[in-house]
């Protein structure tokens, strides 16, 4: 996720965690940054879980699999338009969201 933002993502603080956030994002990419945020730490929280009752240790692929999936879903059914910009479009990509541009501000015609 930090290579496809382009920045480092350190959170010593729950508050430097919540202004990972506070970019010039679009609704849609805002929403799929909260997703991120809020299934990383139960994708934590879950694996901890599960090693510490039921002694099994949990595998890092069923992991990812599962926290592709469901932010694929949350960003698909989202029905937000994104910003032109390469930085959304890559978050787009990575998640493999389907892209919703905007209708164009004013249209002028070319002859």
């Not at 959170?11 to 945020?37: E, H």
């Not at 809020?38 to 879980?49: A, H, P, Y």
Request: charged fraction near 15%; glycine fraction near 4%.
């Amino acid at each position: 996720m930090s290579s496809c933002l382009q920045i480092n993502l350190v959170f010593p603080t729950i508050a430097s965690l919540l202004k990972t956030n506070d970019g010039n994002w679009s609704k849609l990419v805002r929403l799929v940054i909260q997703a991120v945020l809020v299934l990383v730490v139960d994708s934590i929280w879950f694996s901890r879980t599960f090693i510490r009752f039921d002694s099994n240790i949990c595998l890092i692929e069923d992991i990812k699999i599962g926290f592709f999936s469901e932010i694929n879903l949350i960003g698909n059914l989202g029905n937000y338009t994104m910003k032109s910009n390469v930085s959304e479009f890559c978050i787009h990509k990575y998640f493999i969201i389907d892209v919703n541009p905007g209708y164009a501000p004013m249209i002028i015609p070319v002859l």
